[in-house]
């Protein structure tokens, strides 16, 4: 390992050991580097590092302090790493997102509340409302599923999968742009999952999330290829 990462992994250890739990705050400069061995310089990339994985947070004033930890800050930077793929790499987190979206709908099936489910239905019956409005029914689309996986109760799955799957919205609007129809087809899937969610039917939320997913992933491989459409080549919304 290279230097800095030495250091990175020093700070690492203390926190994974509890010497810095969720919310400390860290020494001050000086007694920190000297405790872990490092220079200040060494120490001041390490932290900026940290901060950047949101494992660290710089509070003005006051100092630099462990984050919470939690899963959903840990895991955001899954969603800012996946927005940079393209082309192939797309359709291989679109296959990720089949081997976990189904599993976990199945799961959001025996969890899921009644005021969860009011709302996986709210957002079902504005994507029928917004029918003509692509950006709209997308917007609803992943709100959709985003209360889906709110409902396993499991937020790291949740932060993990919102990730993934914030990155195909935009594949998705270019999809619905260009393809006959994709409004109904994909209202409908999405009505199978909620009735099965309904239904309290793991079983078939499960096979309803497989179709869904796997819809979006035959057209990604039939129309996309190995490049994925950048900034300047997106259609007008």
Known sequence: MSLTEQAIERIRQL???????????????????????????????????????????????DGTFVTSLKPELLLEGVGLAVEMMRGDDLLEITEVRRLFEPVATALAATRITAAQLAEVGRHLDAMIAAQDDVELLNHHDDAFHRAVFAATGNQSLCALLGGISGRTLRARVWRG?????????????????????????????????????????????????????????????
């Not at 969720?22 to 590092?49: F, H, I, M, T, Y």
């Not at 999952?193 to 497989?210: E, K, M, N, S």
């Open 177 to 237: 742009l260009v393809v006959e129809n994709a409004a109904g087809r994909t209202i409908a899937e999405h009505a199978a999952i909620y009735r099965a969610l309904a239904d309290g039917d793991a079983p078939l939320a499960q096979a309803a999330a497989l179709m869904h997913v796997n819809t979006t992933e035959t057209w990604l491989r039939e129309n996309l290829g190995p490049s994925v459409p950048g900034p300047a080549d997106e259609p007008p919304r």
């Open 15 to 61: 926190i994974k050991d509890g010497t810095l739990p969720p919310g400390a705050r860290l020494p001050p400069e000086q007694d920190l580097a000297a405790e872990l061995g490092l220079s200040r310089n060494l120490l001041r990339e390490a932290v900026r590092s940290l901060v950047t994985t949101r494992v660290l947070e710089v509070r003005r004033g």
